[in-house]
């Protein structure tokens, strides 16, 4: 049977959906994958021994479209899952079920005859909680908020797989990368090496913490774990936020700037060798997820029940009323330095012996 998967972004998104690999190939033994993705996402997949083939599409350019159609129109699709929710796309998978003999059965997002964005009713039980549902927006949001299920259970359920687990698989030269960068920063010395990728880039700004709550969460880690040392993570749209926090940290904490520029893989080889991530819903979570990385995540405008931790780590949620809104300007500041210590003395297996402390 030929599959062709369809998710291109964001690059969280592309790498949570990995989880319905493992399922898709033990229920369908000899099955052929084909999927579309972003170039920027490719590195996420790259590696993968699931995937059998792989191809790109940049959607912003009309030729790479047109290309990605003819080259997928010379397959007989046997099943399509069609997780993006985009006209360019959505016309493609149109075009793929209208012209072919034997209509594949799809799951998820098309393009109708008018060239509006529809979704399958199979797959509705996802694309009701988005921007394309059927219902209002109000109502998208209130689904989104009483659900209970998580991205990887809710797809599995959609698709009739068992339930797996997003996987990340990275080359050797980026773990030797890796390594060095550690030892060169005599990284070995400290005990534990706790990750911080606190902000989430420029769109959901209240998925982030502030610089000075990010400052004093190190703060007050620092004054019972004697020996730890803070590294900041993030990427291109983190390095002004990286700068605050490293002159609010000053020569009071031990701690390492990795940069905002390193490669992905490279990136996801250096959270890979961490003892605690704690991040915001973004990349760096959903990498942390698929390496089996411990992590404090805290959730504001997202939901906290569509992540799955699988048991390697705590979530902290904003009590705000305004929670899972997706909300740009929610209120996250119930996502305090005091829980998320707690939490991360809770994951470490740390009992705090300094009972001063405010963990409430």
């Not at 004054?223 to 020569?251: A, D, H, P, Q, T």
């Amino acid at each position: 049977m030929k599959f062709l998967i369809i998710k291109t972004e964001a690059l969280g998104d592309v790498l949570r959906t990995t989880s319905i690999l493992s399922g898709l190939k033990k229920r369908y033994p000899g099955s052929h994958i084909t999927w579309l993705t972003a170039p920027n996402a490719i590195d996420l997949i790259l590696h993968h021994p699931l995937i059998n083939k792989i191809l790109t599409v940049d959607i912003k350019n009309t030729k790479s479209v047109e290309q990605v159609f003819c080259t997928l129109n010379l397959t007989s699709w046997d099943q399509i899952f069609s997780f993006e929710e985009n006209n360019y796309l959505g016309r493609i998978v149109n075009k793929l079920i209208r012209n072919k003999r034997n209509d594949p059965i799809l799951y998820g997002v098309y393009c109708d005859y008018n060239d509006r964005l529809r979704y399958t009713t199979n797959s509705s039980k996802w694309f009701d909680m988005s921007l394309i549902s059927k219902y209002s927006i109000n109502k998208a949001n209130q689904l989104k908020n009483e659900n209970t299920q998580s991205y990887n259970e809710i797809f599995a359920k959609m698709i009739g797989i068992e339930k797996g687990k997003p996987e990340l698989f990275i080359p050797e030269t980026e773990i030797r990368k890796a390594h060095s960068f550690y030892n060169d920063n005599n990284l070995e010395a400290f005990q534990p090496i706790i990750g911080l990728n606190t902000s989430a880039g420029n769109r959901w700004k209240s998925k982030r913490l502030s610089e000075e709550c990010t400052a004093g969460l190190a703060h007050k880690l620092r004054i019972n774990l004697n020996n730890v040392l803070f590294l900041l993570l993030g990427g291109k749209s983190e390095e002004n936020y990286n700068k605050r926090i490293k002159s609010l940290l000053k020569n009071d904490v031990d701690f390492v700037d990795s940069g905002v520029h390193r490669p992905l893989l490279e990136f996801a080889a250096i959270i890979q060798l961490l003892d605690l991530l704690i991040v915001s819903d973004t990349l760096a979570l959903h990498i942390a997820i698929a390496l089996d990385v411990p992590v404090v995540s805290f959730f504001s405008p997202t939901s906290a029940n569509e992540i799955e931790l699988y048991g390697n780590g705590e979530k902290v949620i904003s009590h705000s009323n305004d929670y899972c809104s997706y909300r740009p300007n929610t209120d996250n500041s119930s996502i305090t330095p005091e829980r998320l210590v707690e939490a991360s003395y809770n994951v470490l297996r740390y009992q705090p012996k300094d009972t001063m402390i405010n963990l409430n």
